[in-house]
Structure formats: structure tokens, C-alpha cells
């Protein structure tokens, strides 16, 4: 069973759009085998983001997901990796289809909702670097 991690980004809970994301996850048949509210720092998001850390968004990304808390999960079933990207939809807001979470609900791209890892390396190193296992 592969493994990925999600996080609900400081929209997601300031927008009351938590519960429908999380519906969503659950009736696609994952399983949240962890979950946990937390406060993220500039540092851990400059480690998080190391490949966008030279974009020009890059403080306002910062300063969006240092907004509130996130709800950060280990999300478990076949090919979750790439089926929770597919579920969230594309990065851009205008890119993401109807049907998708960003697709959806984001109307912006620094303010997309949602993250999740985007292959089997970062997911481990993701959830190792959130929930330390
Ligand atoms: P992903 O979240 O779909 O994997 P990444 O390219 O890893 O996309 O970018 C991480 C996050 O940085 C995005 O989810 C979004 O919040 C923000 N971001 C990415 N590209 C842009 C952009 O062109 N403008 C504004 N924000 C962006
Ligand atoms: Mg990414």
C-alpha cells in the first residue's frame, strides 16, 4: 500500500471547505492513517518548497501558509501518489479542471487549498519530515 502526504492548506480551514476535502479523500476509498493540525514555520516551508525558494511568489507563499494552521495527514491506498494529484487537481487555478478540489474551489494558484506529494521520494521525505516516520 503506498503512502503520501497531504496537507490542507490555511484557506482550507479559514474557507470551512476542511470536512469536504476530507469527504472527498474518503469516499475516493484512501485511508487517513494520520492527522494532525500545525503551525508551520518560514523555516520548515523554505526546506518543504526548496525547489520554488528562488520564485518571485515566493515571500507571499510564506506569508500564506505562516496565515493559520494546516492540516497535515499521512493518506494511505494503490497508487494514492498519484491519484490524490489527480484528485486535487493542477497547480495553476486555471488549469484545474471541474471536478477537482482546486478545480473546484481555488480561485487563485498561491491559494490552491491543498498539497500533496509528487512522487514516491517526496513522499517519503515528506512524511518524514511532518509526522518523523
Ligand atoms: P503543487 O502544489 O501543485 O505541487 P508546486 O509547483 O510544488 O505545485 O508549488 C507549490 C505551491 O506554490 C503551489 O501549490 C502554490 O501554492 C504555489 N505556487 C506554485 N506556482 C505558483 C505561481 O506561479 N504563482 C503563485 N504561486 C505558485
Ligand atoms: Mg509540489
Known amino acids: 500500500m503506498e503512502k503520501t502526504y497531504i ?4 484557506d482550507a ?26 503551525v508551520l514555520t518560514a ?3 523554505k526546506e518543504h518548497y526548496a525547489h520554488i525558494a528562488d520564485r518571485p511568489f515566493f515571500p507571499d507563499l510564506v506569508n500564506y501558509m505562516t496565515s493559520g494552521p494546516v492540516v497535515a495527514m499521512i493518506v494511505e491506498g494503490p497508487d494514492v501518489i498519484l491519484g490524490m494529484r489527480i484528485l486535487m487537481g493542477a ?18 494558484t ?17 512524511i ?6
Do not use: Q, W
Not at 96 to 108: F, K, L, M, N, S
Open 7 to 10: 496537507m490542507l492548506k490555511p
Open 13 to 38: 480551514m479559514k474557507r470551512g471547505l476542511v470536512g469536504e476535502i476530507i469527504s472527498r479523500i474518503e469516499k475516493k476509498g484512501y485511508t487517513i492513517s494520520r492527522i494532525e493540525t500545525k
Open 43 to 45: 523555516e520548515v516551508l
Open 91 to 108: 497547480t495553476k487555478f486555471e488549469e484545474a479542471t471541474p471536478g477537482t478540489i482546486r478545480g473546484d474551489y481555488a480561485y487563485c
Open 110 to 126: 498561491t491559494e490552491n487549498l491543498i498539497h500533496g506529494s509528487d512522487s514516491a521520494e517526496t513522499a517519503a521525505a515528506e
Open 128 to 133: 518524514k519530515r511532518f509526522f518523523g516516520c
